[in-house]
């Protein structure tokens, strides 16, 4: 069984999300091209800013098609659906995806385009948190290029300049194993109960994983903090932690199925994909998104600037934010970002869109220099408030 575990840093959810976007930091160097079928200039795949620089879709099929392979990593098969994503894109394209470190953070994701600059091994696309979508932007890293649904992403939800937009996302929730607690927590206040002793987990560290990020800034939320303070959320686990009821072992499928992590926190497209995949096998998950703390995010989608496969790179993105790919991650349980405008023309998938967990209240969602200041505060005093 394979984990979700270090994932991504903070980031923002639904439509109503405002974010400050960037100034660009440098495009890559347009690279002499071909001509396409309508008479206009066509520029090589690592130069394209559209699909219409490569001279429309169906060139940059054939183009992807030639390169053969897309390298993609921190992809966890079991994480909001992209098992069935990439064999969806395997299949429809007949290009091989090779997928590396699933269990990766996006702070990995970031050190392995460094690391492997120039080399065919190196990641081409990357899924990050905001926070790291964002540094990675400011590093120039990544190629600008806007998607065909381009238009249709909220501004707030994506970088002015192409670098960087978000996919999908979802709610901070509480996943509980009823089979064992016979009285499930639904608020962060339930967790302080002495009767959740050495069962209440979360998916990862909160310093490399965006799950737990997000589980602590729910955490401050619920405890009179805010987006410029996550200090009481830090202080929350910090209690929990000497209660006993916060044991610092990273949940993933595999401790859930074996009920070494009885109480979750973590998104509620996992959670809810929890319920789905052992429901069979003696656990019965129980869902629920706190009241007293609602937080929501999104994840980022980004293309290494100088990607081994760059046409395949693009063809990944088209894919993602096709009627196709957007259903494909509501099927998987999570909000994908055209979700608002694919309910109104009746191109979601209306079963897969019902069976999303409930949440209640309005989420808010914080500015880009509250989530720096928050990860800043995290990197400070995280270790030894669990110690």
């Avoid at 998104?289 to 395949?312: F, L, R």
């Avoid at 894919?319 to 349980?333: A, D, P, R």
């Amino acid at each position: 069984m394979l984990s979700s575990s270090a994932r991504r840093g903070a980031a923002v959810l639904l439509s109503a999300a405002v974010l400050t976007t960037l100034s660009a930091c440098g495009a890559a160097p347009d690279q002499a091209g071909g001509t396409a079928a309508d008479g206009k200039s066509k520029k090589q795949p690592g130069a394209a800013t559209s699909v219409a620089d490569l001279g429309g879709m169906d060139a940059l099929v054939a183009a992807a098609q030639k390169e053969g392979r897309l390298n993609v990593i921190a992809l966890p098969p079991d994480w909001a659906n992209y098992g069935e994503i990439i064999k969806a894109f395997e299949a429809k394209y007949k290009i091989k995806v090779s997928s590396e470190n699933p269990d990766a953070s996006s702070s990995d994701e970031i050190a392995a385009v460094k690391s492997r600059k120039g080399q065919k091994r190196a990641p081409d696309v990357m899924d990050l948190g905001i926070a790291f979508a964002r540094s990675g932007a400011d590093e120039n890293l990544f190629a600008p290029y806007r998607v065909a649904a381009w238009d249709k992403i909220p501004a707030g939800q994506k970088d002015a300049d192409g670098r960087w937009y978000n996919d999908y996302g979802g709610y901070v929730s509480i996943g509980c194993d009823a089979a064992k607690i016979p009285n499930c927590p639904a608020t962060f206040a339930d967790l302080l109960k002495p009767e959740y002793q050495g069962k209440v987990a979360l998916n990862g560290n909160p310093t490399k994983s965006g799950s737990a990020f997000g589980g602590v800034y729910a955490a401050a939320l619920a405890n009179k903090g805010s987006f410029a303070d996550i200090q009481p959320g830090i202080d929350f686990f910090g209690q929990l932690r000497k209660s006993g009821n916060f044991i610092p072992v990273e949940s993933t499928p595999a401790t859930v199925e074996k009920g070494e992590t009885p109480i979750s926190i973590d998104w509620d497209y996992l959670n809810a994909g929890y319920a789905e995949q052992f429901k069979d096998k003696g656990v019965d998950w129980k869902v629920a998104v706190p009241t007293d703390g609602v937080y929501a995010q999104y994840y980022s989608q980004a293309i290494n600037k100088e990607a081994p496969t760059p046409a395949a790179a693009r063809l990944w993105m088209e894919f993602l934010y096709s009627t196709e790919g957007q259903n494909l991650w509501l099927k998987g349980h999570a909000r994908p970002v055209l979700l608002p405008v694919m309910t109104q023309d009746g191109t979601a998938d209306k079963d897969a869109a019902a069976k999303l967990p409930q949440t209640q209240g309005t989420p808010a969602f914080p500015a880009s220099p509250e989530l720096d200041k928050a990860k800043a505060t995290l990197a400070e005093k995280w270790d030894k408030a669990l110690s």
